[in-house]
């Protein structure tokens, strides 16, 4: 596995303004990946983070809202603007390690809370 | 649009209990069924399994995958209270994992 890092672990912010969380990895890995887990919900991907280029987003969440930076094989990070209430949850990345591809190791997690 | 179900969605048991808890799915592209436990809030990987019949083994939990009836199983033996927690099931593509509800299980002593 991997040891994964991720600031801040909690945040309490205002509507309206945005958050960046950061995600740093202890090895170099291809590929890096960003859930999010509303209250009382399992994890939704937001989006696979890919270095050197723009990240893939799933059906439902854009660019403009979750901005992801990729900028080396170790880091990523992913900024929720323009908060609502409604993006109070954990946001957490993960890593696929390569082989078995479809294994994912998770960041220890981020919990916003959105007044 | 790919769909995993998770059952029951919670459970509470005493210490000592055995427990089955039941994941289900309609995935294109299958390759995989993993599982997690999810304590706070980081999942922890528990196992892979991408074989029909073949059960894995950790301690106290196995799984066991049924390709053609489309379920995965988890058994978790003797449970303990350090066993509470919300247990993920997920299908794996190439490219993705999605996730079910997660099934809350509750160890009492």
């Known amino acids: 596995s991997a040891v994964i890092s991720q600031k801040p672990s909690r945040d309490i912010c205002q509507r309206g303004t945005s958050l960046t969380i950061q995600c740093q990895v202890d090895?170099?890995?291809?590929?890096m990946f960003w859930y999010r887990q509303q209250p009382g919900q399992s994890l939704t991907l937001i989006a696979t983070?890919?270095?050197?280029?723009?990240?893939?987003?799933e059906s439902g969440f854009v660019i403009d809202k979750f901005p992801i930076s990729r900028p080396n094989l170790t880091f990523s990070t992913l900024t929720v603007s323009n908060m609502s209430p409604e993006d109070s949850s954990i946001y957490l990345c993960?890593?696929?390690?390569?082989?078995?591809?479809?294994?994912?190791?998770f960041g220890p997690g981020t919990r916003l809370l959105v007044l | 649009e790919d769909k995993v179900v998770q059952s029951p969605l919670s459970l509470v048991v005493h210490e000592g209990d055995t427990v089955t808890l039941n994941c289900s799915y309609e995935v294109t592209n299958f390759r995989s069924l993993l599982w997690y436990k999810q304590e706070k809030k980081a999942p922890t990987f528990l196992f892979m399994l991408?074989?029909?019949?073949i059960e894995k083994k950790s301690g106290r939990l196995s799984s066991i995958l049924d390709k053609k009836e489309l379920f995965s199983i988890l058994n978790i033996t003797a449970t303990q209270t350090g066993d509470s927690a919300i247990y993920l099931c997920a299908t794996g593509t190439a490219s993705k994992l999605t996730f079910g509800t997660g099934t809350r299980l509750q160890v009492t002593l």
């Open positions: 090895s170099q890995v291809t590929m």
């Open positions: 991408t074989s029909s019949g």
């Open positions: 993960s890593v696929s390690l390569g082989l078995p591809q479809e294994t994912q190791y």
């Open positions: 983070a890919n270095q050197g280029s723009e990240a893939t987003y």
